[in-house]
């Protein structure tokens, strides 16, 4: 047994104690909403935020306003089709003492690619662009070259529910090599049930650092997770080129009325298992807004992972919130 899982009650409890100004927050789930909490946190002071950067390594920009329109979100998604852009999410980041964020490509179209990065021109708070390319195609190589001459782009998404990067596939190990070659990061989105696959595409390509997006979608309930997922990150944690994005609590608990849990203690189970396993130098913060902002408030959000963080130590907070981003995406 994970050393520390046990005493999951009594370190609930010692969280449920500590309120912070961000677990206070009322969890709307709305933008407007959440505008009008970053100016209040803005106006009275963050008290729980590090003084160092804070990097966001996972949110989504998009406009539906554009004449080619955008594949995702859905039309008929009331929350999220709307324009999102930096400006928005700067707004809401900056009193909360984020400094950057790493855009996470959703679009499967080449060009919306490009369109991030233009973006990025007139917005130094992007940091940089986990693309979307298909490993495995006639044309990856080519496309690869050319965002790879944009030092803000950082690397690339994929996941296994596609049939054309399927991990046992020669070519798209080859392309996956080269992505390794030229120093970028492959972000992985996948199941609980497929996280054995990413052990064994880390055992193929040692030099390739891996990211594993959203605590590989556990389902966080307030128990402990599966034995799949368990096992699952056990395997992963062993293989030293993969790292564990901290990310998609609030949309683990499945309320996406707003309402996900704004106690610490809640998500213990999951964050006890990833601390145990990947330890301080392979976690990393991000959020994924707007996505996020369905379950609750970014506030929130950033205050789950303050309140644990900071329990294990300033040291290891500054190298979740920052560091171990900076070293594994290399910007400087």
Known sequence: MLHGVTAVDSSRRRFLRRATAFTALALTGGCASESSQAKAIGNRGDKS?????????????????RREGVPWPPKGDPILYRTVLPEEYRQLAQPLGITGTVVVEASPRVEDNQWVLDLATQE???RGLIGHLDPGTPTFRDLLNRFHKNNRFKGIRIGVWDPKTQFNRAEVIADLQAVADMGLVVDVL????????????????????????????VTIDGKEPSPIWTTG?????????VHMKVSGLVEGTGKSDGNAPGDTGYYLPVLNTLWNTFGPDRLIFGSNWPVSSRFAPLSTVKGLVTEYFRSHGEEASQSYFA???QRVYRWG
């Not at 935020?49 to 306003?65: E, G, L, N, Q, S």
């Open 233 to 241: 990150i056990q395997a992963l944690a062993r293989r030293h080129n």
């Open 190 to 217: 996948v199941s609980p049930a497929q996280l054995l696959s990413v052990a064994d595409l880390a055992d193929k390509l040692p030099s390739l650092p891996l990211v594993i997006d959203h605590c590989a979608n």
């Open 49 to 65: 935020r590090p003084t160092a950067a804070i990097i966001d390594t996972h949110t989504h920009f998009y406009d539906p306003k």
């Open 124 to 126: 130094p708070f992007l």
């Open 323 to 325: 560091g171990n981003a």
